[in-house]
């Protein structure tokens, strides 16, 4: 049914409809009509232009949205027509006629052509106009995306092409209106609606069909895609990206760069999130890339509420300076202008921005420009900024000001204002500054003035020594570190003849050549130029000192001298010429050449001297000439020559000169045999050990059956040692022979304690084995009797005094003891306590603790170094030196009562180093090479 009609004078040319009204353009006039309404509603129609409106212009073109009436003039005024308000709320006028418009559905958005057939993007809200790029020719229509999320997006067409368009009004930098893709039309297709993309069209049979622009072709199955397809649709998926970027679907775009999964393409997506103040989805994707900084930079950002705040930040992210300002300006913080100026050094518009934003900054900002100023070299304005600074009220950035102030007066020229300046300061760094400026420029005096106030006095002195002052390098030497310094003051010294100043300049110069020099030269003082010499062993001075001896006739001085000069060749011929050899060897000591030490032994070899030849023929490393001349020395240097001899075959390591030395010991070529200690040092020196051991045990039972316990017992336990550090298997004989000489040795220590029981104990094991002590057997039956005696173990004294008294002993008692002797033998009482018991540490079998073979499990038994008792497994300690073993308990207070020697070793021992072993190596010093060795 007709609902409205309408009758006008005229052609019609466009008609627009919303819900309530139509609007007919006809003869350049504009009918708005209410198509259902009360005929006397002041509101019902309205003719375009009218008596009430000031329009004297013909209009070109219309459209209607639900709101507002918009139309185009000849003129190119475009008129917004509010339709509640019923009157006009807005007017842009445009260069050219206006030929047609096409607003979005509420009207805030305007897509218009004009005559030029150029076509813009206008905002009523703020006349914002943006040209369209890539305009396709004949332009037949626009049309704006229906769907919400796209209601950016539009096309424009005309019979053959679609071309896409976004409109980004919250975008920060770059273009607001950009071209997304060109979609070609069927032939007869007329375009009607778009939704997400999808183009309704209708065909010229009247049919609906839908067309997919090309500027939304995605890929349906981004999921499913492998990596060879993502290799084979590359092209086509990165140009799906970037359309994904500018269509602002982020979602499909973020699923692209990681299929894709290049660093540009998560940098493209990023700046494109921060140029359209997406924060969230910026701060993802800069998280994924690793670039901390934007993300940290983001975060202090999200909760601002103030957009043009957050776009002035992200446009100063964009490096986007100028418009960075206009949206501070524009925000509620504009002091972040001044900031962004100040931070990127630009101080002329900072000093603009400070004196219309914050006058107070003024001074600070001055301060900052003037510094930048000196930096560049701009002296003159860098001084006025920095007077410009002075505030009067913060101390710290005064001073600062004031010192650029003293550092600009002098490099322009005003010397006296600068320096006052800087000494008025009294700021060390600021005095160094100004004195490096004043030196530069040849101001040494003043420069000089401020080195010393700023404590620089090693440069105070150098810059006082240009200008001749040396009364005040004088006053501050004692602060100076320089060497150069020293000896460049000490040349002035001896230059005006002041010897004493001099020497001692260039002794803390460290110039000793110049000090011994000038003390045997001028101060004549041989005494400190020798002490120089020996204390900084310096070449060249000891060659003076030694020319200096020599003219004196002191021969062994000038030697001694000429060796440390490393004048080897003289000091050997001043030697030999003055007879004074015997000086330079002990000179030269171990530290000569081969050389040197086969000139002593010819030297030597000369004199008819074998000794001293061998001697130097073995530090040269001649072995076979050494030992020729060593087999050769007089009786009295015997001993001497085979110390050296034994070294040197030791260190040959050539059978021939093994043997022939092996010979000279037996007396093969000389008819006199040698002692059996050096056969058993040649043994060891040549590292064969099992002869040395043999050997040992010779010279240990001859030692042993001469008296000499202690010579015997030391000989036995170094030659323990080196087995046992060599892993070699220590002979019973040797463990025995060593048992009961350390036995022996330990009666006097607890005689000495006052510790009767433990003497008796040891005694008796000594007397059990008397004939290994052929040369006391009755001093030492004697000693036995007394203390067994004396602690109680009366069964034991009666056999050893019955046995004393046997007609060989007999008449070697001493006469001390005889009576008592034979009176406990008439009298016997042979009463005894057992001997306490102590667990075997192999099997726990209770034994005699001073027995050392266990008959259950049939072990030799460790013994304690102190007691001579056997271990116990849960009171075993070593000795830190030699790693004997030794009962905890017991060395502890041994050690602790200043009885500090090892009784075995003889090394001090401190208590703290004392530790008890909890898993002990039970066959310690029993023969078996330990795990240790």
Known sequence: AVVFTLGLEGTVSEMYMNGDYAAVLFEKKIQLHMIEGDSDNDRDSRLFPDKDTDIDDDITCCSLTSDFLIFGTQRGNIHYFFIEDWKFVNEYRHTCTITKMFPDHSGTKLIFLDEKMDGYSYNPVNDELFKLPDLPTRVTGVIWDSYQSDSHVFVVFNEEVVVTYTLHRDIVTGEQVQCAGETKLPYGYRPLILYAGE???????????????????????????????????????????????????????????ELLNHTEHWLHLGKTLLNHLELQLAMRVYRRIGDAAIVLSLQALQHIEDRKLVAGHMALLCDQFDYSQQLFLESSQPLKALEMRRDLLQWNQALQLAKSLAPEQIPFVSK????????????????????????KLHEEHDNTCKGGIARMSIRMGDIRRGVNLALELGNRLLCKECATILEAIKQFPEAAMLYEKGNSYDKAAQVYMKARNWSKVAEILPNITSPKIYIQYAKNREHEGKFKEAANAYEAGKDYDSVIRINLDHLKNPKEAVRIVQETQSVEGARVVAKFFQNLGDYASAIQFLVVSKCNTEAFSL????????????????????EDYIAIAKHYESQGKPLQCGNFFFKAGDYAKALHYLIRVPPNDVDAALDIAIEAVGKAHKDSLTHQLIDYLMGEIDGVPKAARYLFNLYM???????????AIIIAKEDQASGSYRTAHDVLFEMYQNLLKHKI???NEMVHNLMLLHSYI?????????????????????ASNISKFPSHI??????????CYRSGLRASAFSYAAMLLRPEYRSQIDPKWKKKIEQIVRKPDKQEEEEPTDPCPQCGTLLPQTTLECGECKNTLPYCIVTGRHMLKEDWCECPHCSWPALYSVFREFVENGETPCPICGVVVNPQQLTVIQEPNLYAKLGEPSSEG
Request: aromatic share 8%.
């Open 746 to 766: 330990l009666v006097k220590l607890h005689v000495k304690r006052g510790d009767h029981m433990k003497a008796a104990r040891m005694l008796i094991r000594v």
């Open 199 to 257: 183009l309704k069209c209708q065909t010229q049979s009247g049919k609906l069909v839908n067309l997919a622009l090309t500027s939304h072709a995605y890929f349906s199955n981004l999921n499913d895609l492998t990596p060879e397809e993502i290799y084979i649709y590359q092209s086509q998926l990165i140009d799906a990206f970037h359309n994904s970027c500018m269509l602002k679907r982020y979602n499909e775009a973020w699923k692209l760069a």
């Open 368 to 391: 900052e420009y003037a510094q930048q100023l000196e930096f560049t070299g701009d002296w003159a304005n860098a001084l006025i900024h920095y007077e410009k600074g002075i505030t």
């Open 575 to 594: 030697a030999e010429e003055h007879n004074q050899m015997a000086q330079y060897a002990d000179i030269i000591g171990d530290d000569a050449t081969p």
């Open 778 to 787: 009755a001093q030492i039956l004697t000693s036995t009797v007394v203390e």
């Open 729 to 731: 298997k220590i002979p």
């Open 685 to 695: 020196s040549l590292k064969q050990y099992r002869e040395a051991a043999r050997t």
